[in-house]
């Protein structure tokens, strides 16, 4: 089993910025890509950001050029930093993990075995 714990979440104001941690923990030997995903009230839960262990990213067009997503794998931990933070960034963000071998582009929900709890993320107009 992996243990995925993800901190940073938070309120900020629109135009604000916030990095989101995932710490993970237990068998992570049997992972080896993680992503980021949100869910806004009433809403699917959608991509945001996804790494490979070969360092290929992708990300959702609604935050290419203000989202990085990195990883220290020294340190079993997946990073997401959030600039320019708009309103509708609203949402629970959630780390998740998986065993996959490709590109990041190919990676989709189900791809995804272990998931976090989930941090709150609020931006203010």
């Known amino acids: 089993q992996v243990q995925l714990v993800e901190s940073g979440g938070g309120l900020v104001q629109a135009g604000g910025s916030l990095r989101l941690s995932c710490a993970a923990s237990?068998?992570?030997?049997?992972?080896?890509?993680m992503g980021w995903y949100r869910q806004a009230p009433g809403k699917q839960r959608e991509l945001v950001a996804a790494?490979?262990?070969?360092?290929?990213?992708n990300y959702a067009d609604s935050v290419k050029g203000r989202f990085t997503i990195s990883r220290d794998n020294a340190k079993n931990t997946v990073y997401l930093q959030m600039n320019s933070l708009k309103p509708e960034d609203t949402a629970i963000y959630y780390c998740?993990?998986?065993?996959?071998?490709?590109?990041?582009?190919?990676?989709?929900?189900?791809?995804?075995?272990?998931w976090g709890q989930g941090t709150q993320v609020t931006v203010s107009s």
């Open positions: 237990g068998s992570i030997f049997s992972i080896n890509a």
């Open positions: 998740a993990a998986a065993y996959f071998i490709g590109p990041s582009t190919r990676l989709t929900m189900t791809s995804f075995g272990y």
């Open positions: 790494i490979t262990s070969g360092g290929s990213t």
